[in-house]
């Protein structure tokens, strides 16, 4: 709790953080007991490993072009016409 008061803002964002991770485990906990480990291993493998993978080379190799990004990799990966962060969702209309 004196980490939450003593950090303000980001006490609340790493509280927030950790619910998240609380919680995706205890989905993927849950998901063990319905599907078995096989399945989940597979999907795994078959597919997310390989789109993490794939957005962390694109957001090393967008770094490495561009050293300015380095202060926000994930959105400079992000189209803009596209990205919701950059205000593209919101000015999709004014065009």
Same mark, same amino acid.
């Given at each position: ?23 995706? %485990?205890?989905?993927?906990? !849950? /998901?063990? &007991? ?7 291993? *597979?999907?795994?493998?078959?597919? #997310? ?10 957001? %090393?190799?967008?770094?490495? !072009? /561009?050293? &300015? ?7 400079? *990966?992000?189209?803009?016409?596209? #990205? ?12």
């Amino acid at each position: 709790m004196t980490f939450l008061l003593g950090h303000g803002h980001i006490g609340l964002v790493t509280l927030g953080a950790v619910f998240l991770v609380v919680t995706g %485990g205890e989905a993927l906990y !849950a /998901d063990l &007991g319905h599907f078995g480990r096989k399945p989940i291993q *597979t999907a795994w493998f078959a597919w #997310c490993c390989r789109r993490c993978c794939s957005n962390y080379f694109g957001q %090393g190799a967008k770094v490495l !072009a /561009d050293p &300015g990004a380095i202060e926000k990799p994930v959105l400079s *990966t992000c189209p803009r016409r596209r #990205c919701c962060c950059h205000g593209g969702a919101r000015d999709r209309g004014k065009r």
